[in-house]
């Protein structure tokens, strides 16, 4: 099950469950696996960013890769393959492929600046991996500080047939999913999917504006669903009132630097992670940090009961 151009709905940024004492907890990984496949999701992304995948070992990341496709061999799964060499990227897309995946997710790194350094990485990344091999084009500015203006990506789209998906995280980019939706309509690129992450934060105006979905680690991944549902079939408002009673709490989880230690505790509360952990290093929320989130769950269940969880 490779993936395409057509894909779209929401392929959840899944984090890497750990026990307390920083073991990867694969009881937690089926039970997450099995939620998001449960509440209509149509893909799931793992090792990527909120995956803690730097924080990984390969034989770990191939791990939790296999694990996961076994679990939902109806769902396409993409793994992050981002490393700081080649050699890493291709040894960890080769054993993801071979296991099943449906296709792997490339940032950039910090050291690009110009257009042409740009278009030359990934030139190269698909080189090394195999023209054969799927891949999401992750663009995160905000993150990453590689800058990709919409005639970027449509240089890396027309010169890479295997590049299939855009990774959307710009901030602001409403305009640059406008201008590359424009050029495919003026036939200047094909048609490639894009799915937005940011954590959802924009995601009313995202699919209004031509996005196919969601990729992002939000902590209710099922609202996303209803949301690109909502969307997809015209009911704006019910879409917009939904997305609006999630937004204090996305606002909240979009703190640089705190984002997975809230969605981590959040999925805990939902029963589908046994610990909030995270691998070290990392910062532990507050008790002040957790009531805030409590507070903002007991305000969110006024208007959807998937947030009253005790």
């Known amino acids: 099950m490779l993936l395409t151009a057509s894909a779209h709905g929401v392929y959840p940024i899944a984090p890497t469950p750990f026990t307390d004492d920083g073991a990867i907890d694969t009881a937690s990984i089926d039970r997450l696996t099995d939620f998001y496949a449960g509440c209509g999701c149509t893909g799931i992304t793992i090792l990527g960013q909120l995956g803690e995948a730097p924080k990984l070992d390969h034989a770990e990341a191939v791990s939790i890769a296999t694990q996961v496709i076994r679990r939902v061999?109806?769902?396409?799964?993409?793994?992050?393959?981002?490393?700081?060499?080649?050699?890493?990227?291709?040894?960890?897309?080769?054993?993801?492929?071979?296991?099943?995946?449906?296709?792997?997710?490339?940032?950039?790194?910090?050291?690009?600046?110009?257009?042409?350094?740009?278009?030359?990485?990934?030139?190269?990344?698909?080189?090394?991996?195999?023209?054969?091999?799927?891949?999401?084009?992750?663009?995160?500015?905000?993150?990453?500080?590689?800058?990709?203006?919409?005639?970027?990506?449509?240089?890396?789209v027309t010169d890479l047939p295997s590049c299939v998906m855009l990774k959307h995280e710009d901030w602001p980019g409403l305009e640059k999913i406008s201008t590359l939706r424009a050029f495919e309509r003026d036939g200047s690129m094909r048609h490639i999917a894009i799915l937005c992450g940011n954590g959802g934060l924009f995601l009313d105006y995202e699919m209004e504006r031509g996005a196919d979905g969601a990729n992002t680690g939000y902590c209710f991944p099922d609202m996303?669903?209803?949301?690109?549902?909502?969307?997809?079939?015209?009911?704006?408002?019910?879409?917009?009132?939904?997305?609006?009673?999630?937004?204090?709490?996305?606002?909240?989880?979009?703190?640089?630097?705190?984002?997975?230690?809230?969605?981590?505790?959040?999925?805990?509360?939902?029963?589908?992670?046994?610990?909030?952990?995270?691998?070290?290093?990392?910062?532990?929320?507050?008790?002040?940090?957790?009531?805030?989130?409590?507070?903002?769950?007991?305000?969110?269940?006024?208007?959807?009961?998937?947030?009253?969880?005790?």
């Open 73 to 156: 061999p109806r769902l396409p799964v993409i793994v992050g393959a981002s490393a700081p060499g080649f050699a890493a990227m291709r040894a960890l897309t080769r054993e993801v492929m071979d296991a099943g995946a449906a296709g792997v997710m490339i940032a950039p790194p910090n050291t690009l600046r110009t257009d042409d350094q740009i278009v030359g990485y990934y030139r190269q990344a698909a080189e090394a991996i195999g023209a054969d091999v799927p891949f999401v084009l992750q663009d995160y500015p905000l993150t990453f500080s590689v800058q990709m203006t919409p005639a970027v990506i449509r240089r890396i």
């Open 224 to 310: 996303l669903v209803d949301v690109v549902r909502l969307s997809a079939a015209g009911q704006r408002e019910q879409a917009h009132d939904l997305f609006d009673a999630h937004l204090p709490l996305l606002r909240y989880e979009q703190q640089p630097g705190a984002g997975l230690a809230v969605r981590k505790y959040v999925l805990m509360k939902r029963g589908l992670l046994t610990s909030a952990t995270q691998r070290k290093p990392a910062a532990p929320m507050s008790a002040t940090a957790r009531a805030e989130v409590d507070h903002l769950l007991a305000r969110l269940a006024r208007h959807d009961a998937r947030a009253r969880l005790g």
